[in-house]
């Protein structure tokens, strides 16, 4: 297993194949004598007989004629393998890799690495352009020059930008000291590279390491672009920052907007940003429009000694030399007198060494094909120019290994180069042609090859390689497609093996793509595997999922329905699918039973434990339609007056027109330079508007696209636009604290009147339907309602809301005026203009019981019946527009802010678009409230049989549910005088305990055996009493009494008498110094109580009898036991069952602890935190623990040698406040009151894992550079290769190297493995 030397012996028979008529090549491969013979026999007979350990083995072979003048053998393929093998196992257990794989974020520094180390090793020349960088960066400017804060590297393709700017890094990164900070992304150097995401991603985790900051970096572009100028601000605090970004040709015009976040317009003095791109790249032209234009550096052609210079230094790595180089120490005299050739000049005077791309690929060139005698002559035989040059080795590949080799091969790296190439074990599996013919390829090729040590992949060094092996092997479409497909249908078939479970990153990539790239009719069937779906997100290949689905529903209509309704899954739940990919069977078979995930869910097992929703929506939501927005941020939307169309802008600076209908994009509009704020269709559907950041105002015909007008007047963002209903009059709201009023039919003077009324920034302005009124709103809270749209426009009123910035107005379609408006602290008021009252306040705090998220937009219906905002946390609401303002829908709708909210003409359609770059439609046609309370549910409790569930809330009324029906029934309904903190359920199941905010408990009658028709209204007040001066914050049940703990830290103790009078049977004042907040009842009546003041007491329970009859005072009561300090607020506490005297709590802070009141000694420890502020507990039994928490999620924890393990997590869709725990026959079941005021029912099924036997291990597929093999002691023989036993040996004694090979400096193991083969099929060994 550990030998250090190997032999590989021809068997004798191989000579019995050489036919009679070429008898003399017998010689080639016999001893030269009987002498030498014996030897040899001699010779073998020590290697076996040795007791050192070696590995000998025989191998089979053919005779392959005659080649090139010389005998040769074939069918070496086993040989070959058993080879390689051999030499990689020796060199993994001398140099062991490193333990683990890698993370996603180290693969792509290391990948950066490599792409700078091999651009200065060698670098040479260049010197005035580096100098001119070096005084850029350290702010080194003459008195002439004027100082900038950006420069652009840019010229033609294989000038040497990426050499310069990775020796400026490397010179900076040498030199820099403390106060200067270099951050450089070479877009393309490697996997995960080449997206604005990508981009952001591993600068953000570069500064955050950098400085040990408490900043936390995701792959989400949104949250990134929000985070990565908090990071500059915060680093460049620390010191002098500077950012290198090389080839923004790869950006497309899409991804341009990024440059705004790494390069932002007002770049701070302690910032110096370096880019490089082409002449022609659209990254060039969008720095150049900016107000700050950036400085340009144009790198010229190399000069004759820069040539020079840099073909030396390469050819040192390999210690070559041409002839008529100029040496860097003293020729000795007799060199000096011998003439030789001028190689040197021959090579450096070609037309295309101006360029050091043409010089690198020419010495690789020369390294193929190179020969003593005739170098000369074959560099002046050079082709002229890259492009030749590029065909030359094509030409001489299919010569060396011949064509069909070169054809098999070649595109297989081409067509997996967007991929940062193929594995090359995959190449050698894919490709129908000897081994040895392959590692011969790759070695010729050299260092026109890109290797990743990662990934043990190869890939083409340079476009321009990519681009002539394209043109000569893969022309076609067709022909491409038939090459991804091999592909394809290769990767498929290993990831397939064990049900996709195991299968690597790379090759799940590998699959999508060429699945994509092919149109591979069976990548219908991968998409719509649930494990599939897992494996790809377990490998960090979520987006390309996602793109794969969205693109393979557009190109097959039968399967798009199907497909969709996976993209819709996988999108809703997007966010925590990608941290926890075990989700994806839990979120499929809790989709609507008649949707295509949750059928597929059922034909499969669950591998861990999961929540079943068991209230799940039976049918697919309101969403009715999702499209793709924007590549970046979704800010405005609009519809056309016909409902046709719909125009959205963003901050990629386009706007974009979609057919409502089909979903499909029909205009994209560019020209902004900055967010699109705004948009608006005239009256007549005619013109589109849009305005943004840019403070320019273009219209746009809405049929053709044509840019009908392009105007300016503001001098701050515009934020808002309408049009006017009876002319193609234009207003626009600015930053600037105007209204400007525009004619857009004019195009010379389309400017009409600047309308300077208000003294803050208007956020926004609305039309009325009738056409005569318009409406203005201001971040001062004031709103103006104006007569007469146009040149001649008047205030009418002014309306002082008192309310904080206003972010949106809304003008209601009918004859009462009333005005709507969203304020930056949640709240939308209606108001009467008439008047000037409030009509109602929706979102009210005071009525929901927390604080809402800031409303971005609102609009309302048509009719003016309905009127709907968005929030920042993606959640949008419908509310009646009347004095009521029920809600009616109340909708996490985006994984990230819904900016715009629109209602469609016809208003059975409502619009959201969002900064997650969707655009989403709703049904919202005679809409129903959905949620059980109108207000945040702030408990709820389980009958003592289960019969029914009890729910209280923030809107004062306490409801009863049957739990029997698919989904929650309200069975009776109590309406309390405040709102409800807490409920309780007493034994017999006829009465309900309730806890308000103006310390009443109160006791309620309901009818036993509920689940018949009900009646809301038939719960009746029992008896009521009050001993608390503040809220009563909970309720427990102990025997047949009552135990209230409330806000002013009193616990009482309570009894129902038989005339139903509420009896106050014990109290104790300042049990607590703080809030309780709550309490738990032990089996044997001991009552445990938390608070808001850092501790938890343990009470006794004392006297008996109670129950009966009416029973004295005092007779039945709780003496204080123990008192311990809590790390935190207690938020909730239970006793464990099977442990006697411990307990169980939680606190705000996300500590989770144990403690057992028989062992006081010992304190209370935390056996877990959690990640999220967790809200409500309880135990599901003695093992488990259910938490719920800020994040929306509820956990099923298992407590294991004093710690905690994850078992489940399920998320709602608004944070639990409070849930409850019973067992049914069925099993668990978790009842979860939600800040919506929605109750969802949940039951844990829990999978045991898998024991894994002692000495069970699987292998990492990449452990050993190879595919899913784990090499062992024993070495399995490939086919016809026998292993030849004997005593083993360490070294050959009197042995001499017979082939004697130098490694390039920078060749991974496996490049010289690769190499050393191709040698040995170079001498005719194999």
């Not at 651009?119 to 100082?147: I, M, W």
């Not at 110096?272 to 790249?281: D, L, Q, Y």
């Not at 972010?807 to 004859?815: N, Y």
């Amino acid at each position: 297993g550990d030998s250090k030397a190997f032999f590989y012996l021809r068997k004798p028979q191989f000579k019995d194949q050489i036919p009679q008529y070429e008898r003399e090549a017998l010689s080639a491969f016999a001893c030269e004598g009987p002498v030498e013979e014996a030897q040899m026999r001699d010779l073998k007979d020590r290697v076996r007989a040795s007791q050192h350990k070696v590995s000998v083995r025989s191998y089979t072979c053919t005779y392959g004629g005659i080649v090139n003048g010389h005998p040769s053998t074939a069918d070496l393929d086993n040989f070959c393998t058993a080879v390689i093998e051999d030499l990689w196992k020796a060199i993994r257990q001398t140099c062991p890799p490193a333990l683990g794989v890698p993370s996603p974020v180290e693969q792509m520094r290391r990948s950066q690495e490599r792409f700078q180390s091999g651009h200065t090793q060698v670098f040479s020349g260049r010197g005035k352009p580096l100098k001119q960088l070096l005084r850029f960066v350290y702010g080194v400017v003459n008195k002439d020059e004027e100082a900038h804060t950006v420069t652009v590297v840019t010229g033609d393709t294989g000038i040497g930008k990426s050499a310069l700017l990775s020796k400026l890094v490397h010179s900076l990164q040498q030199s820099a000291g403390q106060t200067l900070h270099v951050f450089a992304h070479y877009i393309g150097a490697g996997p995960s590279s080449d997206t604005p995401t990508d981009i952001l991603y591993h600068l953000a985790c570069d500064i955050i390491e950098h400085f040990g900051l408490e900043f936390e970096a995701v792959q989400d572009y949104q949250k990134l672009c929000t985070l990565f100028p908090e990071l500059l601000k915060t680093a460049a605090a620390l010191g002098r920052l500077v950012i290198v970004l090389d080839n923004l040709d790869r950006l497309g015009h899409d991804d341009l907007p990024v440059l705004q976040v790494v390069v932002p317009e007002n770049v701070r003095d302690e910032l110096k940003v370096v880019v490089s791109c082409t002449p022609r790249a659209a990254a060039l032209t969008a720095l150049q429009t900016r107000q700050q234009t950036p400085q340009v550096l144009r790198l010229q052609s190399l000069d004759v000694e820069e040539r020079e210079a840099l073909v030396s230094d390469a050819l040192d790595l390999f210690y070559k030399r041409l002839e008529g180089a100029r040496r860097r120490s003293s020729l000795s005299p007799s060199a000096k007198k011998s003439p030789k050739p001028n190689q040197m000049a021959a090579l450096i005077r070609k037309s295309g060494a101006s360029r050091p791309l043409y010089l690198r690929f020419a010495l690789d060139y020369l390294r193929m094909i190179g020969n003593f005698e005739k170098l000369t002559d074959q560099i002046r035989g050079l082709p002229s120019s890259v492009e030749a040059l590029m065909d030359a080795v094509l030409v001489y590949l299919e010569g060396l290994c011949t064509p069909a080799v070169a054809n098999a091969v070649l595109p297989l790296i081409a067509v997996s180069s967007p991929i940062s190439g193929i594995k090359e074990a995959d190449l050698r599996s894919v490709v129908d042609v000897p081994t040895h013919a392959v590692c011969s390829m790759l070695q010729a090729l050299g260092g026109m090859l890109q290797c990743d040590e990662e990934e043990s992949s190869v890939d083409f060094a340079h476009p321009m390689l990519l681009h002539a092996v394209c043109k000569r092997y893969v022309k076609t479409d067709l022909q491409q497609r038939a090459v991804h497909e091999k592909l394809y249908s290769y990767n498929k078939a290993i990831c397939a093996e064990g049900g996709f479970k195991g299968a690597i990153p790379g090759r799940v990539r590998a699959l999508l793509f060429h699945g994509m790239q092919s149109q591979a009719p069976c990548l219908l069937e991968v998409l719509s595997d649930l494990r599939f779906l897992e494996c790809a997100c377990v490998a960090g290949s979520a987006f390309p999922l996602m793109t794969a689905l969205a693109t393979v529903s557009e190109r097959n209509p039968v399967a798009k329905r199907k497909l969709t309704e996976y993209y819709d899954m996988m999108l809703v739940h997007l966010p925590q699918i990608i941290h926890r990919p075990q989700l994806v069977f839990q979120v499929a078979s809790n989709s609507p039973d008649n949707l295509a995930p949750a059928t597929a869910a059922k034909k499969l097992e669950a591998t861990g434990s999961w929540m079943k929703w068991e209230n799940k929506d039976s049918e697919k939501g309101m969403c009715v339609q999702r499209m793709q927005g924007s590549s970046q941020k979704v800010l405005c939307c609009t519809f056309s007056p016909d409902g046709k169309w719909f125009a959205c802008g963003g901050s990629d600076w386009v706007v974009r027109v979609y057919n409502v209908s089909t979903g499909k994009e029909r205009l994209v509009l560019e020209g902004h330079q900055g967010n699109v704020n705004a948009c608006a269709f005239n009256a007549s559907g005619t013109l589109l508007a849009s305005a943004g950041v840019d403070t320019e105002v273009r219209v746009w015909g809405a049929q053709d696209g044509g840019l009908a007008l392009r105007a300016r007047g503001h001098t701050k963002p515009i934020a808002g636009l309408a049009f006017g209903i009876k002319s193609d009059v234009l207003l626009t709201a600015s930053d600037d604290c105007t209204v400007r009023v525009w004619d857009a039919a004019e195009k010379a003077r389309p400017m009409l009147r600047v309308l300077k009324h208000h003294k803050r920034p208007v956020a926004a302005v609305r039309v009325h339907a009738g056409g005569q009124l318009f409406v203005t709103g201001s971040w001062d809270g004031v709103v103006k309602l104006w007569e007469n749209v146009g040149p001649d426009a008047k205030v009418l009123q002014t309306l002082f809301t008192g309310l904080p910035a206003l972010r949106d107005v809304g003008l209601a379609p009918t004859m009462v005026q009333t005005v709507a408006c969203a304020a930056v602290d949640g709240r939308v008021r209606l108001y009467d203009m008439a008047s000037q009252q409030e009509i109602v306040t929706l979102n009210d705090p005071v009525i929901l019981g927390y604080k809402p998220n800031p409303t971005q937009s609102i609009a309302f219906s048509p009719k003016g019946d309905l009127v709907a905002s968005c929030d920042v946390d993606g959640g949008f609401g419908v509310f009646r527009a009347c004095t009521t303002g029920q809600t009616l829908v109340k909708v996490t709708g985006h994984s990230a802010a819904a900016t715009a909210v629109s209602f469609a003409p016809s208003g059975k359609v409502l619009a959201t678009v969002s900064a997650d770059s969707e655009v989403k439609f709703w049904n919202s046609e005679k809409p129903q409230p959905t949620a059980v309370h109108g207000a945040l549910c702030t408990g709820v409790h389980y009958a003592p049989d289960g019969a029914f569930v009890a729910t209280c809330s923030w809107d004062g009324k306490v409801k009863v549910l049957d739990t029997s029906a698919s989904r929650p029934s309200v069975q009776y309904t109590m309406w309390c005088c405040s709102p409800v903190l807490s409920v309780c359920v007493l034994p017999g199941n006829e009465r309900v305990v309730s806890g308000s905010t103006q310390g009443k408990v109160q006791v309620w009658r309901v009818a036993s055996g509920i689940g018949g028709a009900g009646d809301e209204r038939g719960g009746s007040l029992v008896c009521e009493a009050s001993a608390h001066d503040a809220p009563v914050g909970a309720l427990a049940t102990v025997r047949d009494c009552i135990v209230s703990g409330g806000w002013d830290g009193m616990l009482c103790l309570w009894r129902v008498t038989l005339q139903e009078r509420l009896q106050l049977v014990w109290s104790k004042a300042a049990a607590h110094a703080a809030e309780i907040t709550c309490l738990a009842v032990s089996p044997e009546g001991n009552l445990a109580s938390g608070c808001m003041g850092l501790e938890m007491k343990m009470w006794l329970l004392q006297g008996g009898g109670a129950g009966s009859s009416d029973t004295p005072e005092g007779e039945l009561s709780f003496q204080e036991k123990a008192v311990v300090e809590h790390p935190g607020w207690v938020c909730a506490l239970q006793w464990v069952p099977e442990r006697p005297g411990s307990l169980v709590s939680v606190t705000a802070s996300g500590d989770i602890s144990l403690w057992n009141a028989a062992q006081r000694s010992q304190g209370i420890k935390c056996i877990g935190s959690l990640t999220a502020r967790p809200h409500a507990m309880r135990l599901l039994d003695a093992d488990r623990v259910a938490v719920s928490c800020k994040d929306r999620s509820v956990r099923v924890l298992r407590i294991e040698d004093q710690s905690l393990r994850e078992e489940c997590i399920f998320f709602l869709k608004a944070p639990c406040l409070a849930l409850d725990v019973f067992m049914f026959k069925t099993g668990l079941r978790i009842a979860c009151a939600d800040q919506f005021g929605n109750v969802e029912l949940l039951s844990p099924v829990f999978v045991e894992a898998p024991v894994a036997l002692e000495g069970d291990h699987t292998a990492d597929e990449e452990s050993l550079g190879e595919e899913s093999e784990e090499y062992s002691d024993d070495f399995e023989e490939p086919e016809s290769l026998e292993a030849e036993k004997g005593p083993a040996v360490e070294d050959v004694e009197d042995g001499l190297p017979l082939l004697h090979y130098r490694g390039h400096p920078r060749m991974t193991r496996q490049q010289q493995t690769r190499n050393l083969m191709g040698a040995m099929a170079a001498l005719g060994w194999i």
